[in-house]
């Protein structure tokens, strides 16, 4: 067996998370609510700016995965969740292993906690090209599979924001990245899908980035 798959390695990840989904802007899932319109369908993508499984570097490297649920998933009330998931191209055949440790719930920390609430069915799993860019202020997030998946957004902005000011959330109830980090939000000025069954286009719904900052196994 090779490291990255053994159960116990300690593993840490760093970077940026967003999303995009159908629901109005504000999200309700990040405030642990039903999803505006009784069921969601969404982008979620990762940047990992630093992290490593055991010596296996992952710097600098994309994850993507695509979801869609019914119900509110905080509550343990939703049904038939499904995803699927997109590893970077430019990972080596040990990074894949241990990003699939990490994101598969096996290795721990936050991804097994939130995987054991949410439950979903994997409808597929490819690796692929991925582009994910965030503005340095957060006046926009995107990324890309190309002919697949494209996701953007713009910081939300309104008359009585201060220039250059961001709309941020703390402390919240339903963060998808777990607890400690600051949520931003944005509108998607993009979000369409067509995957492993997945197919949507939305447009000037909720969009929100946060930072992530993961450890495991424990």
Same mark, same amino acid.
């Given at each position: 067996?090779?490291?990255?798959?053994?159960?116990?390695?300690?593993? =840490?990840?760093?970077?940026?998370?967003?999303?995009?989904?159908?629901? @109005?802007?504000?999200?309700?899932?990040? %405030?642990?609510?039903? &999803?505006?319109?009784?069921?969601?369908?969404?982008?979620?993508?990762? =940047?990992?700016?630093?992290?490593?499984?055991?010596?296996?570097?992952?710097?600098?490297?994309?994850?993507?995965?695509?979801?869609? %649920?019914?119900?509110?998933?905080? @509550?343990?009330? =939703?049904?038939?969740?499904?995803?699927?998931?997109?590893?970077?191209?430019?990972?080596?055949?040990?990074?894949? @292993?241990?990003?699939?440790?990490? %994101?598969?719930?096996? @290795?721990?920390?936050?991804?097994?906690?939130?995987?054991?609430?949410?439950?979903?069915?994997?409808? /597929?799993?490819?690796?692929?090209?991925?582009?994910?860019?965030?503005?340095?202020?957060?006046?926009?997030?995107?990324?890309?599979?190309?002919?697949?998946?494209?996701?953007?957004?713009?910081?939300?902005? /309104? &008359?009585?924001? &201060?220039?250059?000011?961001?709309?941020?959330?703390?402390?919240?109830?339903?963060?998808?990245?777990?607890?400690?980090?600051?949520?931003?939000?944005?509108?998607?000025?993009?979000?369409?899908?067509?995957?492993?069954?997945?197919?949507?286009?939305?447009?000037?719904?909720?969009?929100?980035?946060?930072?992530?900052?993961?450890?495991?196994?424990?």
């Amino acid at each position: 067996m090779t490291e990255q798959a053994t159960p116990g390695t300690s593993w =840490h990840l760093a970077g940026d998370w967003f999303d995009a989904c159908k629901c @109005a802007i504000p999200c309700p899932c990040t %405030f642990a609510q039903p &999803p505006t319109y009784g069921d969601c369908e969404g982008v979620m993508a990762w =940047h990992i700016r630093e992290g490593n499984f055991g010596d296996v570097r992952l710097d600098d490297i994309n994850v993507l995965m695509l979801v869609s %649920f019914e119900g509110n998933a905080w @509550a343990g009330t =939703h049904k038939e969740p499904y995803a699927a998931i997109f590893l970077d191209e430019r990972a080596d055949d040990q990074q894949r @292993a241990a990003l699939g440790s990490i %994101f598969g719930g096996e @290795a721990g920390g936050w991804p097994a906690e939130f995987g054991s609430m949410f439950h979903p069915e994997m409808r /597929g799993m490819d690796v692929v090209p991925i582009r994910v860019e965030v503005d340095e202020d957060l006046a926009a997030w995107r990324a890309e599979i190309p002919g697949r998946v494209t996701a953007a957004a713009e910081a939300l902005t /309104g &008359p009585t924001t &201060p220039d250059g000011a961001r709309v941020q959330l703390l402390n919240a109830p339903g963060s998808e990245v777990g607890t400690g980090q600051v949520a931003t939000w944005g509108r998607a000025t993009v979000d369409r899908a067509d995957a492993f069954g997945f197919s949507w286009e939305h447009t000037g719904k909720s969009s929100k980035y946060f930072p992530f900052d993961w450890s495991g196994p424990d």
